[in-house]
């Protein structure tokens, strides 16, 4: 089985696992990070995004192979302390209802905001198109990540 060196949460981590095996699965089966979660496993709800070089993306459908020297960050390594302003924001809101979808709610927020620092409601929208909540809580979220924004500006 070949052996990958993977840069997660600014760790080296090693880990011997077939090469199409998806990146959600190294990172909770081997790397034993369990914040980021499995939804649908074709890469349609977003509950297991993560970022890629600070680029959003579905770690279930990505196989660890692609990974290459990429930096991968998870909910935990968001911010040391969970104090991220997306984090902050989605407790000022109380935004999450069950949570399961709320790492990947956070974690594709937080690649919209580094790369649109003041998005409008309509690239908030286009952008958390994929992020899927069961429970309804978009106009929590959509207030959340105006405040975080304001609050990186």
């Given at each position: 089985?070949?052996?990958?060196?993977?840069?997660?949460?600014?760790?080296?981590?090693?880990?011997e696992?077939?090469?199409?095996?998806?990146?959600?699965?190294?990172?909770r089966?081997?790397?034993?990070l369990l914040?980021t979660?499995?939804?649908?496993?074709?890469?349609q709800?977003?509950?297991?995004?993560?970022?890629?070089?600070?680029?959003?993306?579905?770690?279930?459908?990505?196989?660890?192979?692609?990974v290459?020297s990429?930096?991968?960050?998870?909910?935990?390594?968001?911010s040391?302390?969970?104090?991220?302003?997306?984090?902050?924001?989605?407790?000022?809101?109380?935004?999450?209802?069950?949570?399961?979808c709320?790492?990947?709610?956070?974690?594709?927020?937080?690649?919209l905001?580094a790369?649109?620092?003041?998005?409008?409601?309509?690239?908030?929208?286009?952008?958390?198109n994929?992020?899927?909540?069961?429970?309804?809580?978009?106009?929590?979220?959509?207030?959340?990540?105006?405040?975080?924004?304001?609050?990186?500006?």
């Open positions: 089985m070949p052996s990958y060196s993977l840069r997660v949460n600014g760790k080296v981590h090693q880990v696992v077939a090469e199409d095996t998806p990146v959600l699965w190294v990172l089966d081997h790397i034993k914040g979660k499995y939804g649908c496993g074709i890469g709800c977003g509950a297991c995004t993560i970022h890629l070089d600070g680029l959003a993306m579905r770690s279930c459908s990505v196989p660890v192979s692609a290459g990429q930096e991968l960050t998870t909910i935990e390594g968001l040391e302390k969970g104090n991220h302003p997306v984090q902050q924001a989605w407790i000022e809101h109380d935004v999450p209802q069950c949570g399961y709320q790492a990947g709610q956070i974690m594709n927020a937080a690649a905001l790369d649109t620092p003041n998005p409008s409601d309509q690239e908030i929208a286009a952008r958390m994929g992020n899927i909540c069961r429970c309804g809580t978009y106009t929590r979220i959509q207030k959340a990540i105006k405040t975080a924004a304001e609050k990186m500006s």
